[in-house]
């Protein structure tokens, strides 16, 4: 009876540890998906975003940690919009050719409109508020 309840207890513990695995899992997924790519911290108005010189005339940049991507379309004239892709909530990888793109799913955005040029997303990217004083670029 004894090697019954080693044997027991082992599979008592490989149960709990593959429980804890399949939690930490789901954890970490959790934080990738949906939402607000993880956090629900919004970027508070008056904030520098980033200065003129970072982004690129007829490209942009994508802020990670403020969730916003910048482009400007023509020189002198900056956009913002969100980082989240409409899709599933993950973030977007890169501006690059006139459109924002997600490198998840391979949705596309314009870059000076926000609207999708490709899917699987179907809404557009929501308008950041922003204003530009001097080189910086702030939430507005």
Do not use: W
Not at 64 to 78: C, I, S, W, Y
Not at 99 to 123: K, L, M, R, W
């Amino acid at each position: 009876m004894t090697v019954d309840r080693v044997a027991d207890v082992r599979a008592s513990r490989r149960i709990v540890f593959q429980g804890l695995g399949a939690l930490g899992v789901a954890v970490a997924l959790a934080g990738c998906a949906g939402g607000e790519g993880g956090s629900d911290k919004e970027v508070a108005a008056g904030t520098v975003l980033t200065t003129t010189d970072q982004v690129p005339v007829g490209g942009g940049v994508v802020l990670v940690d403020a969730k916003v991507v910048v482009t400007q379309p023509t020189e002198g004239d900056f956009k913002a919009f969100t980082a989240i892709c409409t899709h599933q909530g993950l973030l977007v990888g890169e501006v690059e050719n006139g459109v924002i793109h997600c490198d998840n799913h391979g949705s596309e955005f314009d870059y000076a409109t926000g609207q999708v040029t490709q899917g699987p997303a179907s809404q557009p990217l929501a308008t950041v508020d922003i204003e530009v004083k001097g080189d910086k670029i702030l939430k507005a």
